[in-house]
């Protein structure tokens, strides 16, 4: 038997060599069309490791036919199972600037099988770079989104800001990162968000309700003798605490106040804060006169109290939302909504269902959701009945809808509710 298959590669190897020497007295790409044919000819037989040496000789030519040669390499080299083999000439393929879409998105879904979907993400990204093309925008779109879900739950979070965001275990309040890592200890009864100003603060109200500002270190950095009920959103500087009266007051991050009492307060954001006085909100920039008149029963806020961003803010009046740019009422209106974020659209409600405009009041997603949060790194969550998922720009649902809650993105993560509690999820590709 041993002697039997010596003798068979022998007379490979004696065939190919023959046929070598009459290819050699050929034009080349007469050499290469023959080499083609005869590796065609054992594909049909279905004998691929026969076809694979004049395959190989074959790919070496430059000529109008080297592409069909090298797909039909690869095929061979799927069919024998050289998956290694395979891999090495889509690499070099996409190495070539003149590369063609179809061969990115074929490295890329065998990085996919792989379970290497950064590398298949990076050839998609480099394909499009190279041919605009829009298959290829497409294939990143579909799995872009892919994430994983991290251990820790929480009992309470709230939206990020600054890079942190408030955190609950049991009745007690801290503060994590992005990532869910924890930077203040759940020690406080009530604390801010994060303030970089001033060297950075978080308000702190400790559990005999006592107001302190620590730092990132934990440290505290200020008391005060104010008595308050409740810990508002630091930021620019300025935090807002309620008193036992049921008033509010600012204060700065040292705790220094002028003790000016209102109805109610948002958080200063983008210099501009939404205040209520006798009965009716408006919105105030700092320094810089009114930007809502004080004639609206609410003004649209975000859990933190944001309200304004990119001169637009929305205010509410007998069940009517309005628009406002720049400090100018628009004509559309609205059943609800939710704050401008930076990225430019926000979640709106008509008819009883949500979709997203534009700073101009221009319809950018259709009013097809249950619900919905204005957008975060160019995902929103939105409800689709009684579960959330994120949606993209294009108004598609990329993440499905399969969390109890959901928040908004930052840094590639967002805070999302399982039967676990609020965990975090981590995109695998956020750039």
């Given at each position: ?9 022998v007379?490979?190897?004696l ?30 037989r ?30 061979v080299?799927?069919?024998?199972g050289y ?8 690499k ?6 003149d ?16 379970d ?21 925008v ?18 309470d ?30 020690m ?21 309700k ?6 990132m270190?934990?440290?505290i ?5 104010i008595?308050?009920e409740?810990v ?6 300025i ?6 009266n ?17 109805e ?7 210099s ?18 009114t ?9 649209i ?12 803010v929305?205010?509410?009046k007998?069940?009517v939302?309005y628009?406002f ?6 004509p ?6 939710r ?5 430019g ?7 009883g269902k949500w ?11 259709s ?25 993209n720009?294009?108004?598609i ?8 809650d959901?928040?908004s ?23």
């Amino acid at each position: 038997m041993f002697n039997r298959i010596v003798l068979l590669f022998v007379c490979i190897i004696l065939l190919f060599a023959a046929w070598t020497a009459v290819l050699n007295m050929q034009h080349p790409i007469d050499k290469q069309a023959a080499l083609i044919a005869l590796a065609n000819e054992e594909i049909e037989r279905g004998t691929y490791i026969k076809a694979l040496p004049y395959l190989l000789d074959a790919v070496s030519y430059n000529t109008e036919e080297t592409l069909e040669a090298t797909e039909t390499l690869k095929r061979v080299y799927l069919e024998l199972g050289y998956t290694q083999e395979y891999a090495s000439v889509l690499k070099s393929q996409t190495a070539r600037a003149d590369c063609p879409a179809p061969v990115y998105e074929e490295y890329a879904r065998y990085f996919i099988l792989e379970d290497r979907l950064r590398d298949a993400l990076k050839t998609i990204t480099l394909g499009i770079e190279r041919t605009q093309a829009e298959s290829l925008v497409g294939f990143y779109e579909e799995h872009r989104y892919a994430f994983t879900i991290g251990h820790t739950a929480f009992d309470d979070v709230t939206a990020y800001h600054n890079g942190g965001i408030q955190v609950k275990k049991g009745d007690l309040w801290g503060l994590a990162n992005a990532a869910g890592g924890i930077i203040i200890p759940c020690m406080y009864e009530q604390i801010s968000t994060y303030d970089p100003a001033n060297g950075g603060s978080i308000i702190v109200m400790h559990v005999d309700k006592k107001i302190s500002t620590v730092n990132m270190s934990n440290q505290i950095t200020a008391t005060s003798n104010i008595i308050a009920e409740q810990v508002g959103t630091l930021s620019q500087d300025i935090v807002s605490l309620q008193l036992s009266n049921g008033q509010w007051i600012l204060a700065d991050s040292n705790l220094n106040s002028n003790f000016s009492e209102y109805e109610g307060v948002g958080a200063s954001h983008n210099s501009a804060i939404a205040l209520k006085s006798s009965g009716k909100w408006g919105v105030a920039g700092l320094g810089s006169g009114t930007i809502v008149p004080y004639e609206f029963d609410e003004v649209i806020m975000d859990e933190l109290g944001r309200s304004y961003a990119l001169g637009a803010v929305f205010a509410k009046k007998d069940d009517v939302v309005y628009l406002f740019v720049n400090g100018e009422q628009q004509p559309e209106t609205y059943e609800d909504a939710r704050p401008f974020t930076e990225e430019g659209w926000a979640a709106v409600k008509k008819n009883g269902k949500w979709g997203f405009i534009d700073i101009t009041g221009a319809e950018r997603i259709s009013f097809i959701f249950d619900d919905a949060r204005s957008f975060g790194q160019h995902l929103a969550a939105v409800r689709v009945g009684d579960l959330w998922g994120y949606t993209n720009w294009r108004g598609i649902v990329v993440i499905e809808p399969v969390f109890l809650d959901a928040k908004s993105f930052s840094g590639g993560r967002a805070p999302v509710l399982t039967d676990l509690g609020w965990q975090f999820i981590t995109l695998v590709e956020f750039s």
